[in-house]
């Protein structure tokens, strides 16, 4: 009996003696950083990779129009966001097979330091800069042109750079800068010093709004949000993605107030025209989208739903 009650205290004891070494070890540095930003899908035979560039605080409160304070923090509280959103800024790679193509580039520093993660992303994507053919730009707001350029040059030296010639007309235009109010001016200096390089080197093409630009990829002007928006189309096999850039910011609330604009809007109520018929067009076509500003990676369906839209998320697949 008495060898019994040792033997169990014996095994109290080194029981103890575990938890206690295991709790000892159990209070690791935090690490504070996420995985590489990237996801990869197929549509048909094309490779659609969707890079973060990172995140920022947005007060959408403060930025949205054609509604009120009130109502936009009721559409917040709904979906458990604070008065800052951090606000994802999204780019995608097309690999055709023949062309791999950039839409957009983030920002790279231009709009602070929780921006500026394209290139690293595209690297642990699998893919060099050297690589990219050409880069589709939606339109030439800083946080979509800013990745042009690392470190001051060219970060995609064989990529020639396309976006709607009105875009261009109005950015880049130094009599648009001068009259521009003092809050817009970094936007065009922003565009100029991005977009510059490529302009001096002959390696950027303007297009004329709807058009073809390579064999399954399909420019389709939508004038609003800037003078020469663009979203574009990517078709492979009968499987579709319309790439909207940014046509909707915010989407706690304008999918299901599809009528709120933003203060970065140059035309609001046309932005909103073409918002509408985006979202109307994809819901009854149900094809993929992806936006810029959508949580990333920012690619899902979108189902209509009273006056307004859900948008519903593509499923992580680790097997494409």
Known sequence: MRLHRS????CAAFVGALFLAAAAHAGAPQVKTQAPGFYRVMLGDFEITALSDGTVDLKPGELLTNTTPAEVTSYLQRSFEAAAVPTSVNAYLVNTGDKLVLIDTGAAKLFGPTLGNL??????AGYKPEQVDAVLITHMHPDHVGGLLADGKIAF???????????AAFWLDKAQLDKAPDTMK???QGAMASMGPYVTAGRFKAFDGSTELFPGIRALATPGHTPGHSVYAIESKGQKLVLWGDLMHVAAVQFPKPTVTIAFDVDSPAASVQRRKAYADAAKGRYLVAAAHLPFPGIGHLRAEGKGYVFVPLTYNTVR
């Open 157 to 167: 030296p064989n990529a020639t750079v396309h976006a709607d010639q009105r875009d």
């Open 7 to 10: 033997f169990r205290a014996a």
């Open 186 to 188: 970094g936007f065009f």
């Open 119 to 124: 290139l690293t992303n595209i690297a642990a």
